[in-house]
């Protein structure tokens, strides 16, 4: 029989990144998220050996069920939703012993689980340390954080942490509020605000494109980049969340977060380390110079619209306000387009425009980096004719990668030039599976590294820019536009960058 050795570097990697011993309390146990992505989250990080060795997850919820009727349910989710399949039954086996189920109907369900995490802190060693995920609607956040304060659950050793999925606030003013109750129970280094985005490859990647590299930085400025582009596209509808989605629209369910996150990391400027502190903090100083967009500027640099019947893949698809759950009168955008600005010395006059929209033809998250021309053009009008300007796309989803656009010779006699690409993608570089968001994400929130998570004072930055343009539409300031489902929106975003003499990128 071969005995193969241990790679001692790899184990190395995997026992420096584990966290400490503790409990995941998910409070929204029996709901979506924790079915769909936390627990298969949970499951991949046990199948890599990244969980501690005293570890367990306790979920809260009102419904009533017990601990083994909570593991069965989880099972067939990870069976489902998991990234990798079919489920291990011996990392199932071992991993279903550390899940545990508490009824939250009432606060005395608090006092059960607060004697519960005793328990476990008793019998599994994990030293009073805890993470408190709040996989719950929005309005369920203070009265969990009071309760959890209320009852003791931060334990009287270890630390303790909670992790707050968006939307954090509908306004600047309501985020602010949550904020206050939030610091009764928990300090700001124990706030962990969750955006799945920054959780991505590749939406990391941009950090270490930018600084890992001596070549992509030197040119990352106004007097190399013509704009930026930053798309977030989807094919599917508001699926079953027209509650929520009505009251939200496009602006606070992606621009306000999404959006602004991936514009932030494109803008900022070198961190001194990375780290939370130093990473977050030029984040924080590039929302601070995004120039504000007034009413009277809103009908030029911004456009709202909602989407009209189509298809998509080739099926119909109703309208926004056909579909269920909608008012007939709704006006809640599912589309928007933004030219923004930020001011600062990197920057200054060069447009980042935004859009994200539901029902478009094609599913796709990507950065577009649009360089200037060449200064001087040397050869003929008939060589070069169709030459673009050089393009770096990062696309963030669903196909991971890196693609550069540049001019080259065609192999003819005579000159001619075209367009070609080079391209990175992650799959076929790497040859593994790269690990879903949420994996990194939880990983860190366990092991208190809150480098890709959004801090207090970057939420209100990102409020504080979009509460104004909000304000302006609802005083009629762009009116609402309309586009047909399976579009790239209406007609007003082309003439947004058409002013300009620019046109948006087909991904």
């Known amino acids: 029989m071969t005995i193969t050795a241990p790679n001692p570097l790899r184990e190395g990697l995997r026992l420096a990144w584990t966290p400490e011993p503790a409990a995941l309390v998910i409070f929204g146990g029996s709901g979506d998220l924790t079915a769909r992505k936390l627990v298969p989250a949970l499951y991949n990080l046990a199948l890599q050996r990244l969980l501690p060795a005293s570890f367990a997850v306790v979920g809260a919820a009102r419904r009533k069920m017990t601990s083994d009727e909570f593991r069965r349910e989880l099972h067939d989710a990870v069976a489902e939703y998991s990234r990798t399949r079919p489920i291990h039954d011996d990392v199932w086996s071992s991993f279903e012993k550390t899940i545990h189920y508490v009824p939250t109907p009432d606060e005395r369900g608090y006092d059960e689980l607060g004697r519960t995490l005793d328990r476990i802190d008793g019998e599994m060693g994990t030293g009073g340390n805890r993470l408190f995920y709040l996989a719950t609607p929005p309005a369920a956040y203070e009265p969990i954080i009071r309760s959890i304060g209320a009852h003791g659950l931060r334990g009287s050793s270890g630390w303790s942490r909670v992790v707050i999925e968006k939307p954090y606030g509908h306004d600047l003013a309501s985020a602010m509020e949550l904020t206050a109750v939030v610091h009764e129970v928990f300090r700001e280094n124990e706030v962990f605000r969750i955006d799945h985005y920054l959780g991505k490859e590749t939406v990391q990647n941009i950090l270490v494109l930018r600084f890992a590299n001596g070549i992509f930085e030197p040119i990352w400025t106004r007097q190399y980049v013509d704009h930026v582009q930053i798309t977030v596209a989807e094919t599917l509808g508001i699926e079953e969340r027209a509650e929520y989605y009505d009251r939200s629209g496009a602006m606070r369910d992606i621009v306000q977060n999404h959006l602004l996150q991936l514009l932030a990391l494109v803008g ?157 993608g992650y799959g076929a570089a790497f040859m593994v599976d790269a690990p879903d968001a949420y994996e990194t994400l939880i990983l860190d929130a366990l092991r208190g590294d809150a480098t890709l998570f959004t801090r207090r004072d970057e939420v209100e930055q990102q409020w504080s820019f979009v509460d104004p343009i909000r304000e302006a539409w609802q005083k009629g300031g762009p009116p609402l536009e309309t586009y047909a489902a399976g579009s790239w929106g209406p007609a007003a975003a082309d003439t947004l960058l058409e002013r300009d003499g620019r046109s948006w990128r087909r991904p």
Request: hydrophobic share 40%; aromatic share 8%; charged share 25%.
């Open 268 to 424: 900022m400027e070198p961190p001194a380390a990375f780290d939370d502190r130093s990473v977050r903090d030029e984040k924080v100083k590039v929302l601070r110079a995004l120039r504000p967009i007034t009413a009277a500027e809103a009908p030029h640099q911004t456009v709202q619209a909602q989407y009209t019947d189509g298809f998509i893949a080739g099926e119909r698809v109703a309208a926004y306000r056909a579909e269920e759950g909608v008012p007939a009168s709704s006006t809640t955008e599912t589309f928007v387009a933004l030219k923004c600005f930020i001011d600062n010395w990197r920057w200054e006059g060069i447009p980042f425009y935004l859009r994200t929209g539901k029902r478009m033809p094609k599913r796709s998250t990507e950065i577009a980096i649009r360089f200037r021309v060449a200064p001087h053009r040397i050869f003929t009008k008939a060589a070069s004719d169709g030459v673009e300007a050089n393009e770096l796309v990062l696309r963030i989803q669903p196909d991971e990668g890196i693609s550069l656009t540049f001019g080259a010779k065609v192999p003819v006699q005579g000159l001619r030039i075209r367009t070609v690409n080079m391209d990175f």
